[in-house]
């Protein structure tokens, strides 16, 4: 086989050419275990990525994907629509926080941040705030990779290729990562509240007035899980309410139990105005997101006459019945297996489990909240990332775990029905890793 043909996959956030070397290559997996093309049994240490966490090929959602699929493939939901995608909205509506009643549907992270940025522009304009435009998000954010995301979004190397085509008028708050005075942390760290203040100071510079809103992780997760400082997120919140901006919590991970609860808002108490999704809106099974809102911001756009569209965006899958019937027999799974209070229960033993690692000579920092857990490894002299690709290829190899590592940083999101000795197989399995690396 010739090269080009070899290639014929460009795979996405990869080394391609390392990866071709030896390709490392998934064939089917069953609850918390991949299978590999020879024949090997994974323990993925990362629901997938992020999205899987109520293991893999769960038996309720995949007989709901067949059933589906065989009874309606697909059907146009711009000017009619499905029966999943309306039970499914009124599901995940049902679960988020009061007064957030309307929902829409679209099929990635990226595209759910994209479609909150636009109905935080459509809002304003709607009620004659046509002024503001301006988009604020934050350092080391991650909003996926379309163009609003990625300009709200703050991860240097997703940036800099396009830097000349980013959004106009967009700032980004600074980011509150802070080893210095927080290493070793266990769940929300001390400091770092008074970071909430650059809002303030964006206002001054900006005028408030101008601002549309505010993004963030509620905990940054491809960053390396930084949770916020105690207090951050309520005092952005008192912040957004003073200027009349709105606050985006892109909860693409923190959604749907990795937080403990349905919601990340929930578990911090502290209710924004548009909340993303994805990732476990279907367990990963069938790619869907949903943009959930507050009813003031969908009662806005009802305006002017009744036949007109109110929202001019839409994607072609948005709302798609497969996607929707995942979705439905996930969120069925959330509640009969009780997930969300069994991921509260496993917290303490992968709090636990992470910090095991604060004494060892090449860690710097671990950070963790909810199911979302970092092992920060100091980078190699002159060659940042190479430990972190060096530990995930040796545990896939040579201990039959999957870790994935975001430069020198070991990246956690346990199933939320993990069983409490896997987990304490596979971070001794990753020990084992690390003390044969330099
Ligand atoms: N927002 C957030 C908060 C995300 O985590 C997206 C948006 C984009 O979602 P899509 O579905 O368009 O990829 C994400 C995606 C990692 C990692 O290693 C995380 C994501 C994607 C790739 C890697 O943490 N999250």
Redesign the pocket.
Known sequence: MNAAVENAYWMP?TANRDFNRKPRVITGAEGHWYTTDDGRRLYDTFSG??TSGLGHCHPKIVAAVQEQVAQLDYCMTFQATNDKALKLARRVTDMAPDGMNHCFFVN???ES?DTALKIALGYHRARGEGNRTRLIGREKG????NFG?MSVGGIVPNRKVFSAALLPGVDHLRHTLDIERNAFSRGLPPHGIELAEDLERLCLLHDGSNIAAVIV?PVA??AGVIPPPAGYLERLREICDQHGILLIF?E??AAFGRLGHAFGAQRFDVTPDIITT?KGLTNGVVPMGAVIVRDEIFDAFMSGPEHMIELFHGYTYSGHPVAAAAGLATMDVYVEEGTFEQARSLEQHFEDLLHSFADHPLVIDVRNFGLMGVVEMAPRNGAPGARGMEVHKKCFWDENIVV?A?MDTL?FSPFLNSNPDEMTQSFEALRRVIDTID
């Open positions: 956030f990525l992020w990635s992270g990226s941040v991650y909003h996926g990779v995301g992780e997760g491809s892109d693409v991970i994805a994935r975001g990246q």
